[in-house]
């Protein structure tokens, strides 16, 4: 555990969300300031372009990335180089497929080689475990941080959510000292009017108490993966207890929302649910209309379709991103590593952007700690753990996961060590921790790897 983490799960609950809310205080000025209201604005007016002037803005942004790429980006410089393309060979959308595919392997393997040396702007260092435990790091441009916040308020407001609306979030991150057995099992970020709660402790011991906060009211929306609401949703009903006051919608995202889940998140909660569909790496998204279905978010970049099944106007395949507005470090033809179905049809709502009805491979299985809380998320314990190719988290019994790792050259026993530490400080200090060194993990029917996989009995 790191020291400022353990300063932090030592201080009383006032000066934790005073914590929260310095955090929350930085965080609202980076996602905010800048040029958010401007792009917030355009974005709300250009969701409602035409088919042709869509394709026409698309492919004028993809020009202009290719050739910023070509000129400041040396992996992007050598690859064309090495396949015989100039920037000018790049005019349609059609014309993407001559690009070699990025994967994820590649951005760690020649990861400076991916950095703009040119870029001038306020640069964010980031990373990700993504949900198969593969480590990445990235950066993001400061502006590029603006417009994706700006694209997702663009989904709240068409359910009338703005962002200065209280709200309530449910996640993995460890806001509330996973120790802690007595309420309250949230905490307060007063600069982002935000109410933080954690899937450790949604447990039937301690949802009275979680509901009795929600229940005094003032939230306007909820957020947070769907598979922890759904866990909330089912204690609650299971524990014959009631939301009186109701959110005005629910936004997910992160994980599939399963139809099943969302029927009895909306149930539970009395309120709309809805998703969205984007990847840490920022080359691509959609969002919900109030139809339910996902519209490509066209301004932000273009969504592929590789490896295609044709249907009766439906197209199915895996998701290829590639993504305008980071020019710090831009992902082209980025290999999402998800599959996605594709519409013809045209939506009820008006808009005229692709539509995509389904999005597969990130439901997941989940661990029973010994405290008893269903942990769903274990990307936080392989955050910065760039030695390891790929990992899965299974559970065969109570009180014990195994971890299923592929191994890097440079992996060592620094590396499992730190593993164990990150269960013990964010997951639960009593779960017992096995590993399995593997040389590939299998993989489901899909071809995804399944990140967590519980062969308890349910």
């Known amino acids: 555990m790191s020291i400022s983490r353990l300063i932090y799960k030592n201080l009383p609950v ?9 955090y929350g205080y930085k965080e609202s000025k980076l996602r905010f300031g800048g040029k958010y209201d401007e792009c917030y604005n355009s974005l709300l007016c250009s969701q409602w372009m035409s088919s042709v002037d869509i394709q026409s803005l698309q492919e004028e942004n993809l020009t202009k990335l290719i050739n910023y790429s070509y000129k400041n980006i040396p992996y992007y410089n050598k690859v064309f180089k090495q396949v015989g393309l100039l920037p000018s060979d790049i005019n349609s959308i059609d014309d993407l497929e001559k690009i070699p595919i990025l994967t994820k392997e590649i951005v760690r393997e020649r990861y400076h080689e991916l950095i703009n040396p040119n870029f001038k702007g306020e640069v964010i260092h980031t990373q990700t475990s993504g949900s198969t435990g593969k480590a990445l790091n990235f950066l993001f441009s400061k502006d590029a941080i603006q417009y994706r916040w700006a694209l997702w308020f663009r989904h709240k407001s068409r359910f009338n959510v703005t962002k200065n609306d209280a709200y309530a979030t449910f996640t993995g991150l460890v806001a509330i000292p996973i120790e802690q057995s007595q309420p309250p099992y949230w905490r307060e970020n007063y600069a982002m009017k935000q109410t933080v709660f954690t899937m450790h402790h949604i447990t039937a011991e301690k ?7 929600l229940n005094q009211g003032g939230f306007v929306y909820y957020s947070g993966y769907p598979s922890i609401l759904y866990s909330l949703a089912t204690i609650i009903e299971n524990e014959g207890l009631e939301i009186t006051a109701p959110p005005r919608v629910i936004f997910t995202g992160a994980e599939t929302l399963l139809e099943e889940h969302k029927f009895r998140i909306s149930k539970v909660f009395q309120c709309i649910v809805t998703d969205q569909y984007g990847f840490s790496e920022g080359a691509g998204n959609a ?3 109030e139809y339910g279905v996902f519209h490509e978010d066209f301004e932000y970049g273009i969504l592929e379709c590789l490896n295609k099944d044709k249907y009766e106007l439906k197209i199915s395949g895996d998701v290829i991103g590639t993504g305008f507005t980071n020019l710090a470090m831009p992902f082209i033809r980025y290999q999402v590593e998800d599959r996605a179905t594709w519409t ?5 709502c008006g808009r005229n952007s692709k539509v995509l009805t389904k999005i597969e491979g990130r439901s997941e299985d989940y661990v029973i700690t010994p405290e008893g809380s269903k942990i769903l998320r274990f990307d936080y314990i392989f955050k910065g753990l760039v030695n390891i190719q790929e990992a899965q988290v299974v559970q065969y019994n109570l009180g014990s996961i195994t971890i299923n790792i592929v191994k890097r050259d440079g992996y060592s026993i620094k590396d499992e060590d730190l593993l164990v530490r990150h269960v013990r400080s964010k997951i639960s200090p009593r779960l017992n921790v096995k590993f399995n060194y593997v040389d590939e993990i299998a993989r489901e029917t899909t071809g995804k790897l399944r990140a967590v996989r519980s062969y308890l009995k349910k």
């Open 14 to 22: 006032f000066l934790q969300n005073s914590v929260c809310t310095v």
């Open 207 to 213: 949802v009275g108490s979680i509901v009795d906060r």
């Open 287 to 289: 969002s919900s209309c």
């Open 344 to 348: 013809l049809e045209k939506c009820k």
